[in-house]
């Protein structure tokens, strides 16, 4: 499952390789979520989740909902879920190299990513859990 109020919408798992695109996905019964999230241009009324790790790379500068750049380069960055601890609050991010942590949310519409890989399969339990998305309807 995507961020928590994209939980109307289909959704998939990420592939190695998708093409993703941000904006707010609408179903096929019209319903449009409100928040932002990734999608591929071949089905825009599926979400694609991300696990934590996974590391995607910008076609073009990544840029916010107001226009700001991250960077003047495109940008590689890793799948991170934060605010854990608070169950109605956005929590899909990505952190870029600089350390910088920006939610999903909060990018323009329509930026292009791709999937470059998802994270090793964990070894350990601590792994795991890091790569486990939270739920927040369990």
């Given at each position: 499952?995507?961020?928590?109020?994209?939980?109307?919408l289909?959704?998939?798992?990420?592939?190695?390789?998708?093409?993703?695109?941000?904006?707010q996905?609408?179903?096929d019964?019209?319903?449009a979520?409100?928040?932002?999230?990734?999608?591929?241009?071949a089905?825009?009324?599926?979400?694609?989740?991300?696990i934590?790790?996974?590391?995607?790379?910008?076609?073009?500068?990544?840029?916010?909902f107001?226009?700001?750049?991250?960077?003047?380069?495109?940008?590689?960055?890793t799948f991170?879920?934060?605010?854990?601890?608070?169950?109605?609050v956005?929590?899909?991010?990505?952190?870029?190299?600089?350390?910088d942590v920006?939610?999903?949310?909060?990018?323009?519409?329509?930026?292009?990513?791709?999937?470059?890989?998802?994270?090793?399969?964990p070894?350990?339990?601590?792994?795991?859990?890091?790569?486990?998305?939270?739920?927040?309807?369990?």
């Amino acid at each position: 499952m995507c961020d928590y109020s994209l939980m109307h919408l289909q959704s998939r798992p990420a592939k190695v390789g998708d093409e993703l695109t941000t904006g707010q996905i609408t179903s096929d019964s019209g319903y449009a979520s409100l928040t932002k999230g990734l999608f591929d241009q071949a089905q825009s009324t599926v979400a694609v989740c991300l696990i934590p790790g996974t590391e995607v790379s910008f076609a073009r500068a990544p840029v916010t909902f107001l226009g700001l750049h991250f960077s003047r380069k495109p940008a590689v960055a890793t799948f991170r879920q934060i605010h854990k601890d608070q169950p109605n609050v956005h929590h899909d991010a990505l952190e870029f190299a600089d350390g910088d942590v920006r939610l999903i949310n909060d990018l323009a519409q329509g930026q292009k990513m791709r999937v470059l890989q998802l994270p090793a399969a964990p070894k350990t339990e601590k792994e795991a859990a890091e790569q486990k998305r939270l739920d927040v309807f369990a």
